[in-house]
């Protein structure tokens, strides 16, 4: 299947990434204050933009399969899940992103805008990267050990038409965007 513009080449990447970096800077998350309160339960809105994004693409995924357009099982590739690997990875990212402020993609859009932090977090990066990479031979074993659901998307997980977990992520969108609305980004609301 090919996509009108379906040029995946490496230009394609470098152009997505600097939109990407653009939207994330001008909706103020270069700033590794708005992720550390976010991570506080005091700030939304990363959640709320992430969530957003999560459920158009999906939604629109979606769509495309319904269209025709899409096969999950022909045109994509779905990963299975090594529940060890995956939980300690998660710890990593998490713990790194709670410490520095950043995730990897907030944190160029940080050292783009001139914030010296966000080259910091970027070579904390590098140096977690070679670490890991050197130490992974010792718990590849254990990582790769636990293989959790192979290959499936949510709706063959749960066994639920495709529709109704679209459904769910949107009422989840909405019942935090019903609850967290109006705060200021301490989460409190303005008098």
């Known amino acids: ?3 009108p513009l379906g040029y995946t080449g490496p230009v394609s990447g470098i152009v997505l990434g600097m939109v990407f970096g653009y939207v ?3 909706a103020g998350f270069g700033s590794a204050c708005k ?3 976010q991570l506080r339960f005091q700030d939304w809105a990363v959640f709320k933009v992430m969530f957003t994004a999560i459920v158009v693409s999906s939604g629109g995924l979606y769509l495309l399969q319904g269209l025709g357009l899409v096969n ?4 994509m590739f779905v990963p299975s899940v090594f529940l060890w690997g995956s939980t300690l990875g998660g710890v990593l990212i998490g713990v790194g992103m709670a410490v520095g ?3 990897p993609g907030t944190s160029m859009a940080a050292l783009c805008s001139g914030r010296l932090d966000g080259l910091v977090f970027l070579l904390g990066i590098v140096l977690g990267t070679l670490g890991f990479n050197a130490g992974f031979e010792s718990i590849k074993s254990w990582a790769w050990k ?5 290959s499936l998307t949510l709706p063959q997980l749960f066994h639920l038409p495709t529709w109704a977990v679209w459904g769910l992520l949107l009422a989840a969108l909405l019942v935090v965007g019903y609850f967290t ?3 200021d980004a301490q989460g409190r609301k303005p008098a």
Do not use: K
């Open 101 to 103: 402020g950043y995730c």
């Open 181 to 183: 609305r109006g705060t």
């Open 1 to 3: 299947m090919s996509f």
């Open 72 to 75: 999950v099982v022909n045109d």
């Open 35 to 37: 992720l550390t309160a």
């Open 146 to 150: 636990q293989t959790g659901p192979d």
């Open 24 to 26: 994330l800077e001008n």
